[in-house]
């Protein structure tokens, strides 16, 4: 039991007045409940609400005038990202040959690290297809966080690459 | 049976410390603590790996539904206020001071400018049951380009932060995130929720 007891309890001064003892402890024992109740509830809300967040730094929208940065085709992976979290990945521009993969971690992360390591410079081109959900951008840009990919660009998908998708039939 | 006498103590405990650092914790908890605003729709943020928080204050958060409704919501009781007299100067509403308070403690919401004023005067259980269309972002109407601008200058140093529901489409966030490149916002927040092990 929680409880305050007072010690002593009326002094004895001048001539003896017996001081009748009233009880002085209280029992605390709802209290104590409802502060525990309280406390466990507050410690589990706060820690449930935190949400994260992710930065993310786009380039700023060319001007007419700009012109497209030249790359080597050679250095320049793409990856499209499709329909029900398939991504399609192919080297080069010219007559691409193209594979398929996913977002696990011996998908996409493999052929990432992979590629990097046979390709010094490489540039990833992220291309979101039409199909592709919220879900898959932010993985594959978490993806490009985890294997430190310092090089990509998210680009718009071109009807190309709409038709590439159609005809691997992966 | 004998009877064996059993000399009975009251076990008794001093819980006083406990109860003290109880509610000293309970307190904390209780200040430290932010209500959860109501927002009209749930989001299932996508998970990652990145582990930056998000800033408390100067937030102008856009919240994408599922079904590609997008929200929107900024923090800052005088700042809203202030916003919607701009917002309502640009599209000649004209806004009450009592709707702008009401527009002050609103949380997120989804609707078009011109059923705004219908909305706010609603009482708050009525608020609830409204269907919000969400913020048009076509581009031939998109009033969502005028709240961020009108809150960029109602308060300089917002950040814009995009919650988006894991299974939305990207041709809805593409066209968010190209209303952002449009008006010189390079730098934009995704919240995500923590990586649940891969």
Known sequence: ?170 | MGKVKVHRTRPSLDMTPMVDLAFLLVTFFMLTATAVPDEPVTVATPSSVSDIKIPETNILLITVAKDGKVFFSMDGKYHRQELLKKIGERYQINFTDQEAARFGILSSFGLPIGNLKEFLNLSQEDRKNVEQPGIPVDSLNNQLKDWIIFSRMTNPSVRIAIKGDQDSNYPIIERLMNTLIENNINRFNLITSMEQGS
């Not at chain 1, 001007?63 to 991504?87: H, R, Y």
């Not at chain 1, 971690?105 to 410079?121: A, C, H, Q, T």
Request: charged share 30%.
């Open chain 1, 1 to 170: 039991m929680a409880e305050i007891s007072q010690g002593g309890g009326g002094g004895h001064k001048g001539g003896k007045v017996r001081v009748k003892k009233a009880s002085t402890r209280i029992d605390m024992t709802p209290m104590v409940d409802l502060a525990f109740l309280l406390l466990t509830f507050f410690i589990l809300t706060t820690t449930l609400n935190k949400p994260q967040t992710m930065e993310l730094t786009m380039p700023e929208k060319p001007k007419e005038t700009d012109k497209p940065p030249e790359v080597n085709e050679k250095k320049v992976v793409t990856l499209l990202l499709g329909a029900n979290d398939k991504i399609y990945w192919y080297v080069g521009i010219t007559d691409p040959k193209i594979e398929v993969t996913n977002f696990s971690k011996d998908g996409i992360r493999l052929v990432l690290l992979k590629k990097n390591s046979e390709i010094p410079g490489m540039i990833i081109l992220i291309k979101p297809s039409k199909e592709s959900r919220y879900k898959n951008m932010v993985d594959i840009l978490d993806e490009m966080n985890i294997t430190e990919m310092k090089r990509f660009a998210m680009v718009k998908i071109t009807t190309v690459d709409e038709e590439l998708i159609k005809e691997s039939n992966l």
